[in-house]
C-alpha cells in the first residue's frame, strides 16, 4: 500500500527559531499533499495544500509567511514554521493524495514543542 | 464549502458488543466518505471507505453505510476488541486528487473488559 514516511516525529526548539518538517511519499507519486495542524482532542485542521511546483494554497487565517511549505518534488513536501512561538506547538500531519487512485494517505505527524 | 458532524463524541462500549458512530455532511458534491482510526501521538489510519455510488462496505467486523438523500453516513464495528480503542475521524470529499478532506470532529471509543 501507499506509505507516507514524516520526519522528524518529535522536535522541541526554541521561541525564534525555525523548524523543518518533512513529507515523503516512498512508493507513489503525490502531485498533492496536505498539511493539517491538530490540537488535543481536537479534529485537524487543514492549513494549505501543496502542489508540485506551485505555490501552496492557505486556508483562511493560515498565516502563510509563518507556515512556510515547499513540493519541490512528486514525492517530497516540507512544511517549515518561521520564528516559531509556542503557540505554535502542536501535531502536525501531511497527507498525500494518490496519483493512481482516488485516497489519501497521513504520515505518522510530528509533535512540535517550542520552548 | 462542506461541513462533516459527528456524533458521538465519546463511545463506550463492553468487548464483545457492537459500536456504531454517524456522520453528516452539507456538500451534495461530496462522493468519498472515508474513517480514519487515529492512536494517541500517531497519524490517520484508513480503515474504511465509501463511495457514493454505493450505499454499504464491508471489511470483517467493521461497515460503513451512507444515504446519500439523508447525507447521512455511519460506521459500524462489530465483536468490538480493546484494541479497537481509539479516536475514529469520518471525512467527506469529492472525487479528485487535489481535493480536500472534510473531518469530523472525531468519536473517542473505548472498549471495556
Redesign the interface.
Known amino acids: 500500500g501507499a506509505v507516507v514516511s514524516q520526519h522528524p516525529s518529535r522536535v522541541i526548539c526554541k521561541s525564534g527559531t525555525s523548524v523543518k518538517i518533512e513529507c515523503r511519499s516512498l512508493d507513489f507519486q503525490a502531485t498533492t499533499m496536505f498539511w493539517y495542524r491538530q490540537f488535543p482532542k481536537q479534529s485537524l485542521m487543514l492549513m494549505a495544500t501543496s502542489n508540485e511546483g506551485s505555490k501552496a494554497t492557505y486556508e483562511q487565517g493560515v498565516e502563510k509567511d509563518k507556515f512556510l511549505i515547499n513540493h519541490a518534488s512528486l514525492t517530497l513536501s516540507t512544511l517549515t514554521v518561521t520564528s516559531a512561538h509556542p503557540e505554535d506547538s502542536s501535531f502536525y500531519i501531511c497527507s498525500a493524495s494518490h496519483d493512481r487512485e482516488d485516497g489519501y494517505t497521513f504520515g505518522s505527524g510530528t509533535r512540535l514543542t517550542v520552548v | 464549502g462542506e461541513n462533516v458532524e459527528q456524533h458521538p463524541s465519546t463511545l463506550s462500549v463492553q468487548e464483545g458488543d457492537s459500536a456504531v458512530i454517524k456522520c453528516t455532511y452539507s456538500d451534495s458534491a461530496s462522493n468519498?466518505f472515508?474513517w480514519?482510526k487515529q492512536e494517541l501521538?500517531?497519524?490517520?489510519?484508513?480503515i474504511i471507505?465509501i463511495?457514493s455510488n454505493v450505499g454499504e462496505k464491508k471489511d470483517q467486523r467493521i461497515a460503513v453505510t451512507l444515504n446519500k438523500t439523508a447525507k447521512h453516513f455511519s460506521l459500524h464495528i462489530t465483536e468490538t476488541q480493546p484494541e479497537d480503542s481509539a479516536v475514529y475521524?469520518c471525512a467527506a470529499s469529492y472525487?479528485?486528487?487535489?481535493?480536500?478532506?472534510t473531518?469530523?470532529?472525531?468519536t473517542?471509543l473505548q472498549v471495556t473488559l
Open positions: 468519498y472515508p480514519y501521538g500517531k497519524g490517520p489510519q484508513l471507505d463511495r475521524f472525487t479528485g486528487t487535489a481535493s480536500k478532506l473531518f469530523g470532529t472525531g473517542r
